[in-house]
């Protein structure tokens, strides 16, 4: 009984959430006539975490966030000063070709600890970010989630960019369902 409950309390949340988000999506498409900031990002967050709370489901929920937890922890060295971190970070507009292109940041190697020497080094092995060095500059691109789409598909337009990333979205979630309803099974009894 409490499970229908906790279940009707989900489906009352996350009906307005999808007519929100359908009417975001719809303006924020490109070429996109709104800007979805802080309150929409607040909104959202609170919704998912609720719905994974009253439905009993915040591991499978955390499952859904691949890509986001995925951004996040490319970030951690920009975010946690381990490298210089402009104020913006997502892709540049390139205007004559209508594409984006990777952000970048550039410092010296002076300005480097211990830890932005060694994210200097694994983050283009494993082929996250790209770095040059100019006698003593040294550029790198910005570490997002967008920016390592970019250097894997290279200079693209932001249509297609959002395609790839709400691809990525896609298939993640479709691995979240897969380990939620066929995998736990390995590790659970029915």
Request: with cysteine; glycine share 6%.
């Amino acid at each position: 009984s409490s499970g229908i409950n906790a279940e009707y309390g989900c489906l009352y949340l996350v009906c307005p959430f999808i007519g929100v988000s359908c009417a975001v999506l719809y303006y924020n498409w490109y070429p996109s006539r709104v800007f979805v900031g802080d309150t929409f990002c607040y909104f959202a967050g609170m919704t998912f975490a609720v719905l994974g709370i009253l439905g009993h489901f915040s591991k499978t929920m955390m499952l859904f966030f691949i890509p986001q937890i995925f951004n996040f922890v490319l970030s951690v060295p920009q975010l946690f000063r381990m490298l210089p971190c402009p104020r913006h970070r997502l892709p540049r507009l390139h205007p004559k070709e209508d594409k984006l292109v990777m952000s970048t940041v550039k410092f010296k190697d002076s300005d480097l600890n211990i830890f932005g020497r060694v994210c200097l080094v694994l983050l283009p092995l494993l082929g996250l970010s790209k770095v040059t060095y100019d006698d003593e500059d040294i550029t790198i691109s910005n570490l997002t989630i967008l920016n390592v789409i970019l250097r894997a598909t290279g200079d693209t337009h932001e249509r297609t960019l959002t395609i790839y990333l709400l691809t990525i979205q896609v298939l993640c979630s479709c691995v979240a369902f897969l380990i939620r309803y066929q995998v736990v099974h390995l590790f659970y009894d029915d």
